[in-house]
């Protein structure tokens, strides 16, 4: 996808800062100091409230099964 929607494309986002490229993202995720790495994505889809307390993103990916298909995904 080209275009941001809900949210910010995801494209591109493994390795770099979080909430760094566009001006969308929460002040918490700007100042979180992380870098998208397996690790940090891992944490952040089971539960973003957790690893930022103040972000704009309400959901998670519970499932275990879907995260390890979708970091892989967006290491692409």
Do not use: H
């Amino acid at each position: 996808m080209e275009t941001d929607r809900k949210g910010p494309r995801l494209a591109g986002v493994y390795g770099r800062k979080a909430g760094k490229r566009r001006r969308v993202y929460s002040a918490g995720l700007k100042n979180s100091g992380i870098t998208w790495t397996d690790a940090t994505l891992e944490r952040w889809l089971t539960d973003p409230d957790m690893v930022v307390k103040d972000n704009n993103m309400s959901i998670g990916v519970p499932k275990a099964e879907k995260r390890r298909d979708l970091i892989p995904y967006l290491k692409q």
